[in-house]
């Protein structure tokens, strides 16, 4: 990235870690996250990652394949531990020799072993202190601290207080996610802590990314407020645009209806908004800076300026310290 006429980077522990130019890992959102963006963001530099999802075995195979095809990069895969496939994907990713994995929506403590065997580093999805603490013990290599500000599947505490806690209490590097779209959530990032970030929302919107038009043009149009909570009373919330299917689940849990109908109700629901479209009736699974997320750029772009942006906003606040 050129500044000036010196060629800058930003230089982190993980891009050791994963050998990686860039610290920026993206998110591996489900049915977004396939081979062909993991592939652009790989090869830009950056950790592609494919998310498994609910996806079977030969499906994520053939995601492998794409990323393969295009680059020798270090590439990830997210196991998504709720899924009825999650051990099959443990499999998959042994057999392929996938270098990196990353895990979300659960303790992946009974695969870890399996893992370090076949020398995959394993970097879990965390949203409190205390379970990262337990996974440090099992040999994790890194940690995704992801916020409640985050798309999808969350936790309940913020990335601003998230972070710098688990930079405290654990030994391994810590990835900022959640509320990072650009230089100066990566600049605030850094200076809690992390060693880079994750960013799933901001690469929803990237030209590789195969999010049906509307799902891109619905976080586009979203404005700070928009992306809402629902199915806190199954203990599984989610964090997606408001549409017709929030306010429906929101009512049924106000009447306290059972959370199996809740969950019955949302299953298959991003399939049909991030596929085929519906933007009102499936679920627009998107972050808290939706709102701050406006076009849609090629990967290699958001990469670039994003590390740009970075370090002309650690530049700036350089600018405050008097001698
Ligand atoms: O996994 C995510 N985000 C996701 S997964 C997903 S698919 C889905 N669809 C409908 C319902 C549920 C999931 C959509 N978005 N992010 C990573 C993440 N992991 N955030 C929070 C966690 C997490 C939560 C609990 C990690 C570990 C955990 O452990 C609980 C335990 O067992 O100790």
Redesign the pocket.
Known sequence: MFIGVVKMYLNTEICDLFDIKYPVVQGGM?WVATGELAAAVSKAGGLGTIGA?NAPKDVIKEEIRKVKEVTDNNFAVNI?L?SPFAKDIVDLVVEENVPIVTT????PSKFIDRFKKNNIKVVP???SVA?AKRLVRTGVDAVIA?GTEAG????DLTTMTLVPQLVDAIDVPVIAAGGVADGRGFAAALSLGASGVQMGTRFVCANESIAHKKYKEAIINARDRDAVVTGRSTG?P?RNLKNQLTRKIDKLEQEGVDKEKIEEI?SGK?REAVIEGNIDKGSV?AGQISGMVTDILPVKEIINNIISDTIKVIQKNNEYIRG
């Open positions: 489900a999802g998504m709720l979300g929506a659960g303790n999805v965390v949203s379970l992801e999808g599947h969350i936790g599984h989610v949302g991003l699974m």
